[in-house]
C-alpha cells in the first residue's frame, strides 16, 4: 500500500543534483523529516534541506530574499510577511490544556484556570500559543492571572512537566510530542483558536515544479497519516 501511495506523489519534474530548499515552522520538525525522506525515495537526486524556526523570523527572512523555495508556516500573519503568493491550508492545530500526569489539579476546562491556587503557565503573547490562548479564554470570559509567561510552548511545558505549574495552554501537537510527560485536557472554545499551517512556493524559485510535488506530497493519504499521527487535523480542502 505504501509503494502505491509513493508511486502516486511521484512527480515527473525530475531535478537529479537538485537541493529543494523548505523554510518550515519549528512545530513542523516530526513531520517534515519523514516526509522529506519519503520525498527523496520518490525523486532520486534530489536532497530535501530544511530550515526549521520560528514562523515570523522566517517570513522575514524570506521577505528579505532569502534563498528558499518552499515555505510552511504557523498562522496566516507570517505567511503574509513572507510575501508569497497563492498559500494554502495544508493542516490545523486545536489548543489544549496540558496537565500532569494524573491532572492533580483536576482541571477539566478553562474556568478551572481561574481557580483559586491553580497555577497556570501562558506563552508569551507574541507566540502563537499566547495568541490563541488569549482568544480562547476571551470567548469562555476567563480571565487568567499566569505565574509565568514564557517564551514558548516548550517553555511552558517544562513548567508543567517538572511540577512548577498545574497548567498551561498550547497545542494539541505540543502536547503529542511530550511523548506523554504530560496529559491534554480538550476545551471546546478550542475551535475559535485553531491555527492554521499554510504552504507556498516562495517567489523566485527555480524548483517549481519540485515545490509543487512536495505539496502534492503533504496533501496526499500519506502526508494525512503522518500529519494526524502528530496531532494535526490534515486539511486538504
Known amino acids: 500500500m505504501l509503494a502505491l501511495v509513493l508511486l502516486a506523489v511521484t512527480g515527473c519534474g525530475g531535478g537529479e543534483g537538485k537541493t529543494l530548499t523548505v523554510f518550515a515552522d519549528t512545530s513542523l520538525t516530526g513531520t517534515f523529516g519523514p516526509l522529506g525522506r519519503t520525498f527523496e525515495a520518490t525523486h532520486p537526486g534530489v536532497a530535501v534541506r530544511f530550515d526549521f524556526g520560528g514562523s515570523d523570523a522566517l517570513a522575514r527572512r524570506i521577505a528579505g530574499g532569502a534563498r528558499a523555495d518552499l515555505f510552511a508556516a504557523a498562522g496566516e500573519a507570517a505567511m503574509r ?114 491555527l492554521d499551517y499554510l504552504v507556498a512556493t516562495v517567489p523566485g524559485t527555480e524548483n517549481i515544479a519540485l515545490t509543487r510535488e512536495f505539496v502534492d506530497l503533504l496533501l496526499s493519504n500519506e502526508g494525512r497519516r503522518v500529519l494526524a499521527g502528530a496531532g494535526f487535523t490534515p486539511v486538504t480542502g
Open 81 to 194: 510577511a513572507s510575501r508569497a503568493p497563492n498559500a494554502r491550508v495544508f493542516a490545523r492545530d486545536s489548543l489544549q490544556i496540558a496537565v500532569p500526569k494524573g491532572n492533580p489539579a483536576h482541571v477539566a476546562n478553562l474556568k478551572d484556570l481561574a481557580a483559586p491556587g491553580v497555577t497556570v503557565a501562558l506563552c508569551a503573547e507574541t507566540a502563537p500559543c499566547g495568541t490563541g490562548a488569549g482568544i480562547a479564554l476571551a470567548d469562555a470570559g476567563v480571565t487568567v492571572t499566569p505565574a509565568s509567561r514564557e517564551r514558548d510552548a516548550a517553555a511552558a511545558l517544562d513548567k508543567v512537566r517538572l511540577g512548577k505549574a498545574d497548567a498551561a495552554l498550547v497545542y494539541r501537537t505540543d502536547v503529542r510530542a511530550a511523548g506523554g510527560a504530560v496529559e491534554g485536557v480538550d476545551v471546546p472554545e478550542a475551535a475559535k483558536a485553531a
